[in-house]
């Protein structure tokens, strides 16, 4: 039988040994792998009774859309994804997704507080920079909170100075359509700053609006929140515009007990943090097919900043103040030739800030420093996206970038001034500013490759090669395996490298008595390992494990001078390493129960000294319920527990005590025709949670008491 | 700030999966209102009709809500084929109707080239489908999801599309 002859030739020339290790193994890790997922997340979170869920909103609305006939369907709206979106468990970083909807839920009016929900990721005040809040994610921790890369609609928001986000930088949400974070590197995409993660922000667009809204929100301590925004359709243009004011007095019982001139006079401790604030946004998007314009405006109106810039009290009369403005144009040209698409953004940005800082109280000395900067910077890139090959998917990116920072100073001490602690002199563009003028020019090139070179696989590999005019060069590398293990069950593995460039700051700054840049800095560099697990067991349950592992390089720190200076220059001063693990599940219940809840533990040491990254937590947990349990009425309560962070090194305070807090807010839609109402408790057990502080302030500082607001939302 | 990279961030869990949803329901729809010739009406023992997606799918878990919720309700039977990303030695005669996913746009003319005027209904919803040949490409207008028809297409492949499917198309071309 010669077929069977052939098959034999054929079969010899297969070593099955291999074959049939290659396929136990594959099988082998595949079932371990599952069985693992299944047994860690069953061990953390044991079955509950009722646990099979019953429809959820989609399979409802499946169903009753399979009832409508054809004229029906064609009239219905959809919710159009632009562009090529993936679903998020496929997308190749560890990343969340927080929608308008979840926003309204919470309850949240901040960015800060809808950010404190996502595991990996810590809010609290900085020291050192006019109490700006820091995000840390994983671990990786500063003052200035350069390591975060901050988009708004893809454009970034960041000082050039600092690296940071304007100074006292805070958002209210209602122009927000969707939040998206990745933790860990995203430099080979985004280039500088995605080091510890990057948070972008997309506005709504018309129809996210779709006619007109307004809404009032006002609470404790004298805040209260006014916004207003309209969307539509004009002549085949979608347009979306809004605008949001907000303003509060701040908590006056979040007392210092001690600052850094002790207590009692000259001190004002004990006394309150200044907390006051008063905010305006803007936020325009035109879209038309091509084209999407995006205006954002933040202006921060003379914010208070916490316990003083050398915290000391002084009685509210610092203030910070700062403006951004951002302007993007995007324009996408699809198949400008055959299998291409190109897409061309141009966007430019002007940020002004200034501080305004009394250092000591009164009575103790009239040190006054009025530090200021204009920054105006624009670019140009190209995306092309290149499809013609099978199964891969390659974007090439190419962009120039130009920054440039003018600086303006008012003081009355220090070199330059004639009378030390007198009348307030001008020394703008002279030898005795802070830091002198600035540019930087950046070119880079980026190249990535989506390969889905099996069924079920997918390769992402790229590399990105950024070239600064003033300091040096970047090579950021990513590689990303996504293999859909079952149909429940998404395994990623990653690795990314990123890097944060030395700020205009860290390189240049002068004439500060305790700080002084120092233009021989390399860039920082984060090497990063995860190994993610999406595993959906129910269509309406979904768990997620993430384990990461992350080395730094040549973080910048200030060092101090050999004596008998008393500064310190910035210094590529240590390395760090991390690893740790962040847990996530979601349940929605029933039709009417959604419940969340995530655990994140990291452990961030110094890598030459061992010492724990003192500050931040090592744990964080965050459980989340949402209960619509009448018909238009809904009860959202929210858990957050932060734990276990730890003094620097030669600090003797103990611990940072755990924290808890609670917060609940309750909603009912149509009170009035069109009109929403909701009320809402923030901290609802008073509890005395506290963010730490340096050794100066020896309690640390005190969070927000418990406060309520109510809300009112119009729409027309 | 600067100029930051268009290179999307962009990831979408719901929006994609409504339009996805509705697209999912035209497909099933498009299955009652097309005669296929005699030879391709018998269908398996339990009635189902095969609908293929080649390339990668972006109907998310709709296609597999969809047939659960026939199952369900006693309709007509539908069986999902996913063939991933295409290769020619590929054989799509067992389906009724294909559809051909964005991530294929660069393959649109051999997978037609492939079915060689077979009847099988051919579906996508990209731009240059029905200059390719295709069939069906469904389209957004105003926020809603119609479709423009090649008749030539179908009339070659010895389909007959029912008076509601024409009528409702947004454009119907003759050609190529």
Redesign the interface.
Known sequence: MPEVFGIKALLTTINFDEVAMFITTARFLKKTLHAAAIAFIVFIFPPAPGWASSGTD??V???S??T?G??E????????????????KL?PSV?T?I?AQDIEDMGAATLDEILETVPGLHVQPSATNVFTSTWSIRGVYSQLNPQV?L?ID?????SNNNGGKPASFRMPVSTIARI?I?RGP?SA????DAFAG?I?I?TKDG?DINGSNAGFRGGSFGSYDLWAQHGG?YRGWDVALGAEYAKGEGDKKRIIEKDALGSGYPSLAPGPLDTHYETFNTSLTVTREKFRLNLNGFWMLGNGIGAGVSNTLNSGRSRADSH?L?A?L?YTE??LV??FDL?T?????Y?WGRNTFYFFPPDYRNAIGRPGVKEL?????F?GDY?????H?I?L?F?I?N?NTDTFQEKNYGPGIPVQFGPLVDISNTPYVYLKDQHRR?SYA?I?DEW?FA?NWALTAGVRYDDYSDFGNAISPRIAIVWKTAPELVTKLLYGRAFRPPTFGELHQQNNPATIGNNNLDAETINTYELAFDYRPL?ALRFGLNLFEYRIKGLIDYLADPAPATTKTAQNARDQKGRGFEVETEWVATEALKLRANFSYQRSTDSATGAVVPDVPAMKFYANAHWKFMPEWSVDGQYFRVMDRHRAAGDTRPKIKDYDLVNMTLRKKNILKHCDLAVAVRNLFDNDAREPGPAVIPNDYPLQHRSFWAELRYSF | ???????????????????Y??K???L??FLQ?VQWPESRRTVSKDGAMVIGIVG?SPF???LA??Q???R??G?KPVRIIQY????DHMDFGECHLLFVS??E???FRRIIARLKDSPVLTVADT??FISAGGMINLV?S?????WTINRAASDRAGLRLSA??LT?AVRIVEGP
């Open positions: 989609e399979t609305a499946m169903a859309l399979l409508k054809l004229a369907l064609i009239e219905l709206d959809v919710a159009i994804a632009t562009g090529t979106l993936k679903p998020l997308a990343a997704v929608t890369l988009l893809g454009q970034s928001l960041k998206e990745i995203g995409v985004l280039g500088a990057a972008n997309i129809r359709s951004a951002l993007s995007v699809k198949e055959q299998d897409t953004r141009v966007s430019g940005s940020n910077n624009g670019g140009i890139e995306t499809r013609k090959f099978n199964d998917r974007r990116s962009g970038n920054f950046l980026g990535q889905a069924r269509r | 700030m600067s100029a930051v990279p268009l290179q999307r961030v962009s990831y979408a869990e719901q929006p994609s999966v409504r339009e949803e509705l999912a329901v035209y099933y729809n209102f990668e998310g878990e709709a809500d969809l659960a919720d026939v369900r309700s309709m991933g990303p295409y290769q964005q991530t746009k660069g393959n731009e240059n957004q105003g926020g809603k999801i119609r509601q499917l409702i």
